[in-house]
């Protein structure tokens, strides 16, 4: 199938007009040594029926549909409302560029402007950046912007950070003057306040605190902000899990100083991972060393309401290598999807949703405790994944559900040597009481 | 003109769009009663469902799309779309599938990264890719990062990284972000690199050439083999800012050019939405001596099976979560099936054949700098049209008139005032006509009635905005206290 849309007379009138005696005639320019001689070794094109028919089947062999999942880490399964569907892939939503025409752009940038002031709202920040590529990407641009905000070179990374986070911000930093320090968690599964109060020095320019943690334990933000604070350091809280937010207090309110995160929760699908969103919010004072792109209010000619893309001083066309990120395509699209999903969920919606969350997961943990030997492995609160410990082999056990087509988890063992036989389960509102019935006694069944 | 409301101007209190199905387990009041929780998200909307699809539905009306029409913006590719591809990147074995289901119950996806994988490194003339980049600045970073590492097991990771003055500002700033000092190379009489200039900067310490081929004026760099052996003979990497790869599919290879790495956008060349400014992909390709250092998930065959592995010493480690933006590279896929080689080839040509119609049919009405041969796109300026008080603002807003989105202005920043034009291979030709007529139009208007452009466009739904006014007293999100400015 091509796309072209010329006729043969068109290709024909158009080269007289190009003065091209041939198409073969438009490459003159390039030099004969590196024209390809021969046809691209790519299969013949495909119709619309022919290619769905090829891709269905490859989508096919992916098994993962007929299993029942509790998998979890960072990418969760929760509903997204028809109309995120029918409104996003309106083509004047999915086919513009980045609105750098305002005046034809109003759409996408209203959208971005909602999406920041919802972004503010709920991590109670002050302002918030049109979308980065993910949360650990996010993650690594706050340890980087901090350090551009104090200059100091530590940053302080829980071990409890989701394993890909850490990983992404080491690779982000290793090239700059920044040290990463790790701090420990303790029983409950929580930061080690005493550690990281030890830890915490004058070159310390931030400590990165997820919550909920990888562990799904909800951490104590405000006692790690006072903390960060007290040493002149800045607090960044990370949330794998934005539908946190609809019912744990803002970050912004008790005491954090940055915020970066995962919105996939927000109407984004699984997608094998991607694509789904960044979002960084902060204090209003941040403004200059804030990355990516922002939407903002200002006026036409007559004096109505428009927004603009704004503050671009700070970003890589203009400022080059001076620039607070190297970041232009950002996920916008996306952020169009979790402003739809979260505008349509609503204030009520939205914390009924965060609510169904915990009261599945709380009966969850509940059930599969219930197993003798089966045990939380962390005492700490938990919004919607909990880890558990096992009697027997991760692996035994992972592969006797797995003949059921079960998924009960994350294994934990190959990112944290400590946690031998233990397993972080997700529990959403797309999990029935059934679903949770079958997961405990299927798991009951194999340890026998 | 009706404006749309903000949500939050129309939201009212127990308004709902979406209701919960009943919880099925034991209500608890007990739950999280030592956390902190929130009695409410302070001014977070409540609205019906009506409301919802009215308000983005006419959000969506005040936006100028490719859907919609011409859409030249140069460097961008804003080509047309497939539905398909949609649909193909909804398939429930895509869309529905976790990250880290193993690899046994993933084997759809898995295979959809291989064979692309596989494709990309046919039509790129490279060894191994990496489709983890989220975008092209985040392909750069990991190019970059690439060859530091690189050339640290080489025993020194240099300090510099050449680039040309007409590169794009993601190229200086990726290799800032990899540490390495940038120096900026001239570009010659003609637009292209000056051989002899990059001969003189290529001390000892340069790390690597970032070349963008065709360049940001979409001349093809014919010294491109001189230039690849001048780099490598100084024991430094060419990197190839692959943006432009919409002008050579089937044309040539930039592996056959002896490019050691190159990003790809498949956002332009291969025709994934650009969604308002992203989701994008910006996959990573490079020869031999560089896969091992790939990021990490790298998808291998092993016992007749697909896996992502992830423990490679000398991988450079990750660069984001999970596997890339996956259902990006399914929509790119799609596309690379859909056109075949002939098709790919066609894309290409017709590219170039459409930018050189425009070219040739505006020559002489809008300056251009430089006159040597273009590929998929053309640089025009306004010098022409200076002399009357009307800049390339005037002009891209007076277009908007013409019902025609603007082309990229100001940029490559080498032409002053620059128009930059790119049509891509799936514009009718009546669309192009209309665009050429309204350029020829408005080089008239410039003459006659200057004022009619400095005060356009007329026909948008608002009318030029005040960018000046937005930076000075940045209002980023909406609060309760914000009023709609009355009309003058």
Redesign the interface.
Known sequence: ???????DK??KE??D????AS?EA??????E????KR????????T?PE??A???E????????R?L?F?G???Y?H?I?T?V???S????????????????????L??I??Y???I???TGM???N??L?????AAAEAALMANRLNGRPRVLLPRSL?P??R??I???T???DLELVPVGYGGDGRLDLGELESKLDDRTAAVLCQSPNYFGV?EDI?AVSDLAHRRGALAAAVVAEALS??????PG??GADIVAG?GQSFGL????????LGFMSCARDF?RQLPG????????????????L??S?R?????????T??????????A?RAT?F????????????AC?N???T??ALEKLSGIPGVAPRFSG?VFNEFVLRLPGKWAVLDARL?EKDI?AG?GLEGDFPDLKDCVLVNVT?TH??ED?DRLADSLREALR | MNREPLIFEVSDKGKRAFRLPKLDVPFRKDLLENCPLRREVEGFPQVSEVEIVRHFTRLSQLNYAVDIGFYPLGSCTMKYNPKVNERAAALPGFAGVHPLAPAEYAQGCLEVIKRTEELLCEIAGMDAFTLQPAAGAHGELVGMMLIRARLTDRGDPRKVVLIPDSAHGTNPSSAHLCGYQVREIKSDGRGRVDVAGLERALTPDVAALMLTNPNTLGVFETEIKKIAALVHDRGAFLYMDGANMNALCGICRPGDMDVDVIHLNLHKTFSTPHGGGGPGAGPVGVKKELAPYLPVPVVVRKEGRLVAEEDRPESIGRVRTFNGNFLVVVKALAYILSLGAEGLREMSEVAVLNANYIRKSLEGIYHLQYPAPTLHECVFSDKLQKPHGVSNLDIAKRLIDYGVHPPTMSFPLIVPGALMIEPTETEPRRELDVFIEAMKAIAREAKESPELLKSAPHAAPVRRLNETAAARNPVLRWTEDMKEPSRT
Not at chain 1, 33 to 36: G, K, T, Y
Not at chain 1, 245 to 250: H, S
Not at chain 1, 296 to 305: K, N, P, Y
Request: glycine residues 8%; aromatic residues 8%; contains cysteine.
């Open positions: 199938m091509s796309y072209i849309s010329l006729s068109d290709k158009m080269l007009r190009a003065g091209a198409m438009l490459f003159d320019s390039l030099p040594e590196i024209r390809l046809r691209l070794d790519v299969p013949d094109g495909l619309e290619l769905l090829r891709l269905e490859i989508a096919g062999r992916s098994a993962y549909g299993c999942s998998l880490a960072g990418a399964r509903l409302p109309v569907d029918a409104l892939s309106r083509g004047e939503f999915l086919s513009p560029y980045t609105p750098y025409q305002p005046e034809v752009s109003q759409g996408t209203q959208v402007f909602e920041q002031t919802l503010c709202q709920l002050d302002i918030a049109a979308s590529y993910d949360g650990a990407s989701h890909q986070y990983r992404t080491e690779t982000y290793r090239n700059t909800i405000k937010l609809g019912i744990l207090e803002a309110r008790m995962e699908p699984l997608g094998f991972g991607g694509p789904t403004l792109r922002l939407s903002g209010l200002t006026v036409d000619a007559e004096g109505r309401r428009g927004f603009v704004t503050l001083t970003e890589q066309h203009i400022r080059r290598e001076k620039a990120s190297n970041i232009c395509t950002n996920q916008a699209w996306c169009l739809i979260l505008e349509t969920m609503g204030h009520d919606g939205l914390r009924e949703l169904q915990i009261h599945k709380r009966y609160p797995r998924l994350v509102e029935s009481r949770i």
